[in-house]
């Protein structure tokens, strides 16, 4: 039983266009949540976090969105561009600093 | 440069010989921990460490094994790989003193294939 869910494995958008990636979780204990990107042959990266005490923290082009009453967060990228291609884990955290992740969504930003 | 390094970063081997995949940090966090990925399971935890000589369980630990004997290192062994344990193997740090942030910083990983 999946706590963290990523429905959607694919997602293509246009250069300058907005991404938006999806997460949905189960588990009310969670109570941080973390954006990592990922590119091939690499390690995941860190790109952005909120704690569960926030409904919005933004960074650059990237923001996460976290909606507690439906167990949702969500990640916008705007404007996409060609390297943010990449495959993207959300990843919740529970207790003794455990991170519960999704099972990724690979972004491709069309040039 | 901070970083986390894992060897080897590929692996071929046969079911039942033993191997090791270190893991190695140099920026003095307490917190480790090893991962699998495996296709439409994203990254399951198999075993973490708090700090020297404590180490607990994740969410997959069968047929793993762990130490922790320095602060630096944290090496992953396979007493008896099957081929059910093919899969690309990540190592991850962090502090663990600072509550505003649970960043974990990854290592390369490491592809182990087990015919």
């Known amino acids: 039983d999946q706590q963290v869910k990523q429905n959607s494995p694919s997602l293509s958008v246009q250069e300058g266009r907005i991404s938006i990636l999806n997460c949905d979780y189960t588990?009310?204990?969670?109570?941080?949540f973390l954006w990592y990107k990922k590119y091939p042959a690499e390690g995941p990266t860190f790109l952005i976090s909120?704690?569960?005490?926030?409904d919005k923290n933004e960074d650059g082009r990237f923001t996460v969105f976290l909606n507690k009453s439906a167990k949702h967060l969500s990640l916008h990228i705007v404007p996409s561009q060609p390297g943010d291609s990449a495959v993207y884990f959300c990843?919740?955290?529970?207790?003794?600093?455990?991170?519960?992740f999704g099972s990724g969504t690979q972004l491709t930003v069309l040039p | 440069e901070a970083q986390v390094t894992q060897n080897p970063r590929y692996l071929i081997t046969v079911t039942g010989k033993k191997l090791t995949v270190t893991c190695s940090q140099n920026?003095?966090?307490?917190?480790m921990s090893w991962y699998r990925q495996d296709p439409g399971l994203g990254l399951r935890q198999i075993y973490y460490?708090?700090?020297?000589?404590?180490?607990d369980k994740g969410d997959v630990p069968e047929g793993y094994k762990v130490s922790r004997k320095e602060k630096r290192n944290f090496p992953l062994i396979l007493e008896s790989p099957s081929p059910n344990q093919t899969s690309l193997y990540f190592c991850?740090?962090?502090?663990?003193?600072?509550?505003?942030?649970?960043?974990?910083?990854f290592g390369p990983g490491t592809r182990l294939t087990v015919t």
């Open positions: 920026m003095n966090h307490e917190y």
């Open positions: 460490s708090m700090n020297v000589e404590v180490t």
């Open positions: 909120i704690s569960s005490i926030k």
């Open positions: 991850a740090s962090s502090i663990l003193g600072d509550r505003t942030s649970y960043e974990q910083y």
């Open positions: 588990n009310s204990m969670f109570d941080y």
């Open positions: 990843a919740a955290k529970g207790s003794a600093r455990q991170l519960t």
